[in-house]
């Protein structure tokens, strides 16, 4: 999601992930702010209802059911096509079934872990997540070590840095705060 968020962001892209930032933070309060008086491990159904009756819970509860489900191969025909440009980039062709492969080394993983219960997925949550905070910190240091004099605070305060100005910022946005979502998945747990 970084990626395409620093496709549309350019040089705006600490912008763009700040402003995607803010985003993130009002769905993480928002289930945060209802567990404070709705006790339930039943996540979102348990706070939809209790806000808005069975029907919307449930109505609400199948398309979060629905989006997690569809999130894994979607995530993987995704990276599918990012496994074709950037093989392309290296010069390699690869064949047209490339796509199966790669959808199923990505989906088939995380259906097994689910099905070892929780803590196998907490363990391999916690893992990951932890190498992805070093790999983006490491990058991010990097890319502010590479750069030298030409670091500069209007990467922060310039719209016109990204891809058509601010709709390149608002589009980098959206796609940014996707990456920055997941926390509130603890206030369920909890």
Known sequence: ALAAAAAYGGGALPLTVLLGAAIALTWINTPYQFSGYISSAGGIFSFIRSTLGD????????????????????????????????????????????????????TIPPFLLACMRITPSLTYGIVTAGIEAVVVVGVSIALVIHAGGHNTGTVFTSPHLALNGWHGVIVGMAVASTALGGPDAVVFLG
């Open 55 to 106: 029907r919307w819970g449930i109505a609400g509860s199948t398309g979060y059911y629905l989006y997690y489900v569809l999130l894994v191969p979607g995530n993987a025909l995704v990276l599918t096509g990012m496994f074709t440009w950037l093989a392309g980039d290296f010069g390699v062709s690869l064949p047209a079934w490339i796509w199966v492969a790669v959808v199923v080394a990505t």
